[in-house]
Every structure is written in C-alpha cells, then in structure tokens.
C-alpha cells in the first residue's frame, strides 16, 4: 500500500482510491492526485477479491479512480468485480478515447474522465464525483 500525502486537517478533500493493477497508467494518476493535497492509496481487485486492510477498504465517502487507457478482458473483469465489491463509491473512469457505446456497460453510474488526465481535470472530476448523488440511486433513475 502506497499512502500519498495527507490533506490539511479541515480540508473537504475526499481520500482516493486508484484501483487497478501497478502499471504504467496508475503512477502518474497517484501523482496527479497526490500533487492536488489528495490522501490517495493504490490498490488492487482482481477476480472479486476484497482488500482485507481496513486502511485500504473504500469507505462511502471514498472515491474510486480507475483507469481503462489500457482495455482488456481481464481489465473489464477487475472493473466489474470492484463494482461488485464497492457499488456506492463514486467511480471516475479514465478512457483514452470516449467511445461510450462500447463501454456502455461499464459506464452506468460513473464519471468519465478522457485520457490524458491533467491535474486540473482530475482534480475536477474527482470533487464532481464525491459531491453526486449516490450512484446506485441515480442508475436506477435512469
């Protein structure tokens, strides 16, 4: 587990998670984030596997970065297990193009961020998607 910087006592920043496995796209999202006074841990969830940490588990409030730059089968299942596990955190997705028709599954109830992420646009979807409504209610709306 990687703990990033703590934010300022008082501050209204949610903690994040980066879920995902440790490549090359989850570094410079933990940077990002760290960089904008973000408390972040990385983690991962694979095949329906919990994170047993009670450091490391998304409480409600949390919100979950996860970044499909890189899209495969095994990626699509891990999205999908840490639904499955997390289904009232709000999600920020990272695609590299925005092609929703083809994700159109995944994207039910999440924040979509196109790849490349800045700092500004993380840090903006991050605030927008801990101050929506709670997603499950909102999926069923729709």
């Known amino acids: 587990m990687a703990s990033g910087v703590s934010p300022s006592p008082g ?9 995902g496995s440790k490549d090359g796209s989850r570094g410079p999202i933990v940077d990002l984030l760290e960089s904008s006074g ?15 940490d009670d450091e490391r ?10 970044s499909f730059r890189e899209v495969s089968a095994q990626r699509r299942q891990d999205f ?3 639904r499955r596990c997390h289904p009232r955190n709000p999600v920020v997705m990272e695609l590299l193009r ?23 646009t993380l840090h903006e979807a991050v605030l927008a998607a801990s101050t929506a409504p709670d997603p499950v209610i909102e999926t069923l709306r729709s």
Do not use: K, N, W
Not at 11 to 19: A, G, H, K, T
Not at 38 to 52: L, M
Not at 98 to 118: C, E, K, N, Q, W
């Open 57 to 66: 588990v998304p409480r409600r409030e949390d919100v979950i970065v996860f």
């Open 38 to 52: 973000f408390e972040v841990i990385e983690c991962s969830c694979h095949d329906g596997e919990q994170v047993h």
């Open 11 to 19: 501050s209204d920043l949610p903690r994040v998670i980066v879920q």
């Open 98 to 120: 925005p092609r929703t028709f083809r994700y159109m599954d995944l994207l039910r109830g999440t924040h979509i961020l196109v790849a490349p992420a800045s700092r500004e």
């Open 80 to 82: 999908l297990a840490m």
